[in-house]
């Protein structure tokens, strides 16, 4: 158990598909588009990459992958850190249902 607990720490992949399979009977697929997002959003985290812009087509996990796993694994390795983002309203009041 502890390899997985510190795969998660470490990995934001994991952690995001632990965080999925909690919020969903769903599994969240590392589908080859979802690894090369979290590879940036990695890059973003070690100051390799200082912006990011994410356009993927609905229903392909924008706001699960950056908005809520990035943000909490980020925040879980560095609570001071700043994040800026961005969603419609209309979209951002259905979040409490993911």
């Not at 997002?37 to 996990?61: D, F, I, M």
């Not at 950056?66 to 951002?92: E, Q, T, V």
Request: aromatic share 10%; charged share 20%.
């Amino acid at each position: 158990m502890k390899r997985a607990d510190d795969l998660i720490r470490t990995s934001l992949t994991a952690f995001a598909m632990k965080a999925f399979a909690q919020r969903s009977e769903q599994h969240l697929t590392p589908w080859p588009y979802v690894n090369y997002l979290v590879w940036h959003l990695e890059r973003v985290r070690s100051g390799a990459l200082k912006r990011l812009v994410v356009t993927l087509p609905p229903r392909h996990g924008k706001t699960f992958l950056c908005s809520i796993s990035f943000a909490a694994w980020l925040l879980a390795h560095d609570p001071a850190a700043k994040i800026i983002g961005s969603l419609l309203r209309s979209r951002a009041r259905g979040l409490d249902k993911l």
